[in-house]
């Protein structure tokens, strides 16, 4: 599905991705640690197209498509759904007018008639269950006034609502206490299917007791150090990421 | 448009209707600075003065129902430059709510310069909003002047899309303990267009409140100019007065210039102002591309966002909603007029 070769990236000339390799396939979870400043969230903006980066070297495919060439926009609309570590607040732009306006532009892309209210409210309640989001959320401000938690849990409902063939969660478990890991750990795993794919952005062990990843990465100054099973992600937590770095 | 109550008249060409008036509004026409046809009513009264302008009047203890809405348009049966004056008193524990829409409905090269002497009394609540829809060569000058007294509530929303030139100068007494003043305005403003805000807010007696929220998006070559000034004098203890300008630039070239002025003679008292000027979001638009939305329509609903909490501030919803519409057609870049209307009232 996701297929990341030799990937540079820079921001103002300041090298940070020093060269990924990662392949994805339909049905597996993959989770990305690493400590701070290691490019974790850089590979994720990179992914979903920011423009403050500049790619400069290497190719992601995506189910086949050169994806570094195209727009955020374009990336999204082809089934890739980048969950924000710091969801942005829209004033003035209901939950429910953001996720229409979304969904029509990804149907418009298919070729399909925008969806009628009927079937969008139904889709709304639905996948506002899936994060036992209260209704009263939809017609709020997108992310406005919301706790930290609300606001991961309004990402997952986003990509529920979405269907994304590849989801990939940066740091979707800060700020969260246990209560709303789990009920965003849930979430993921319901939406879990063999036809799509995850990749999970995390610090810490603890998301990865809830979402159990097939594969593990420790990504360090810009590169993937170590790749393993889900064992690697205890392996972290119990010795940090020293014996790595200076392995 | 049954529920509607009309002021027309046949002197008035049909073309000068507003076809789609607001439900429970009721709507008077000044022409070229001249009020059409009286308006008489229990609750409050139209009438024209010194040949010129406008007496409006909402009587004591009178509560008005409907939004008042008084549409001043020029038209090319007198391109002169004009300068007339108008006068305004909320009765005594009245309440009312009005809309003045300035349009152009022809092209001539207009001038019009306008003074409104507003006096709200004694426990009075008003809400005015002032729609300022002009064609893009067409300058206007408005100058108001509000003495409030004790008790008395009134908030005027500027909401300035199209004109040349626009000049909208607030000079407001707190005469009275208690007495509250609001000022807002949302300009859009693109190509050559300037608008000034000048604002003097005289806080004379204890107690008073007032608030200032100014808010402006800025493309092409236009420029905006807020000068706002808070005196607070010496007995004014126990004022709040706050004040805000803030713009958001889509080019390189619009400008923003801001001069907020505190004087503060008394010692207990809440004031602040801010001021800035910042571009589109770039997190925020990323955001919102990466939800599939293509740039241009992210970039739009960043610009509505920015002057929505301006547009909240209309207490009359289905003016605000009208109001919201045409912002957002104002953006999208159409000549801005209402929804199922053909009519361009700039």
Redesign the interface.
């Known amino acids: 599905m996701l297929e990341i070769k030799g990937l540079h990236a820079s921001i103002n000339d300041r090298e940070i991705l020093k060269g990924i390799d990662i392949t994805v396939k339909a049905g597996e979870v993959h989770a990305i640690m690493g400590p701070n400043g290691s490019g974790k969230s850089t590979l994720a ?1 990179v992914l ?5 980066f500049e790619v400069t070297a290497g190719e992601v495919l995506f189910n086949g498509t050169d994806l570094l060439e195209m ?3 374009e ?3 082809l089934g890739l ?2 969950g ?1 570590q710091y ?2 607040e ?4 209901s939950n429910v007018n ?1 996720m229409k ?2 969904i029509n ?2 149907r418009k ?1 298919r070729n399909l008639p925008p969806v009628t209210a009927a079937e969008f409210l139904k889709m709304m309640r639905e996948k506002m269950a899936v994060v036992e989001m209260d209704s009263s959320f939809s017609s709020r ?1 997108v992310n406005v006034g919301f706790s930290g938690g609300e606001k991961k849990r309004n990402e997952i409902f ?1 990509m529920a609502m ?1 269907e994304p063939k590849l989801a990939i969660l940066d740091e979707t478990d800060s700020g969260l206490d246990i209560d709303a890991l789990r009920i965003v750990a849930s979430g993921v795993n319901k939406l879990k299917r063999p036809d799509n794919a995850f990749v999970v952005i995390t610090h810490y062990q603890r998301l990865l007791d809830y979402i159990v990843p097939d594969v593990v990465h420790v990504l360090y100054d810009g590169r993937i150090i170590k790749t393993e099973g889900k064992e690697l992600a205890l392996e972290v937590e119990k010795r940090g990421y020293d014996w790595l770095i200076n392995a | 448009m049954t529920d509607t109550k009309y002021t027309y008249t046949p002197e008035i060409p049909e073309v000068f209707r507003c076809r789609v008036p607001l439900p429970g509004t009721l709507q008077a026409f000044v022409n070229n600075g001249v009020l059409r046809e009286p308006v008489e009513n229990p609750s409050f009264s139209l009438r024209p003065y010194a040949g010129m302008g406008m007496e409006f009047r909402v009587e004591p203890g009178h509560k008005v129902e409907d939004t008042i809405q008084v549409i001043s348009f020029r038209d090319s049966s007198d391109t002169s430059d004009i300068d007339f004056s108008s006068r305004v008193t909320f009765g005594k524990e009245s309440s009312s709510s009005t809309l003045l829409c300035t349009h152009t409905l022809s092209l001539d090269k207009f001038n019009t310069q306008e003074v409104i002497d507003i006096r709200a009394e004694y426990g009075s609540r008003s809400h005015i909003a002032v729609m300022q829809n002009e064609h893009n060569d067409s300058s206007h000058k408005l100058k108001i002047n509000i003495s409030v007294e004790e008790g008395a509530f009134i908030r005027i929303n500027f909401i300035t899309l199209h004109g040349a030139l626009l000049e909208n100068e607030v000079i407001v007494k707190l005469e009275g303990k208690g007495a509250v003043c609001e000022l807002n305005g949302a300009y859009l403003m693109d190509g050559a267009q300037v608008i000034k805000t000048n604002v003097m807010m005289n806080h004379l007696v204890p107690e008073c409140y007032s608030s200032q929220l100014f808010k402006g998006i800025l493309d092409d070559s236009a420029k905006a100019y807020f000068s706002g000034r808070i005196v607070v004098a010496k007995d004014a203890q126990k004022t709040q007065a706050y004040q805000a300008n803030h713009n958001l630039l889509i080019s390189e070239t619009a400008k923003a210039y801001a001069q907020p002025q505190l004087e503060i003679y008394a010692d207990d008292v809440k004031c602040s102002h801010g001021a800035t000027s910042g571009r589109l ?4 638009l ?10 241009a ?2 970039k739009l ?2 610009q ?2 920015f002057v ?2 301006v547009l909240e501030k209309i207490e009359n919803e289905h003016l605000r909603q009208r109001l919201h519409d045409l912002v957002e057609s104002r953006l999208r870049g159409e000549f801005g007029h209402c929804a199922n209307c053909s009519m361009n009232c700039c």
């Open positions: 903006s979903a197209g920011r423009d403050t727009d955020p926009e990336r999204a609309r759904f980048l924000f969801p942005v829209i004033p003035g732009v953001f306006t979304a532009e990804q892309f401000g986003q979405l | 979001d770039e997190m925020g990323f955001y919102m591309r990466s939800r599939g939305i293509p740039v329509e992210a609903l960043q509505l966002a929505y909490d």
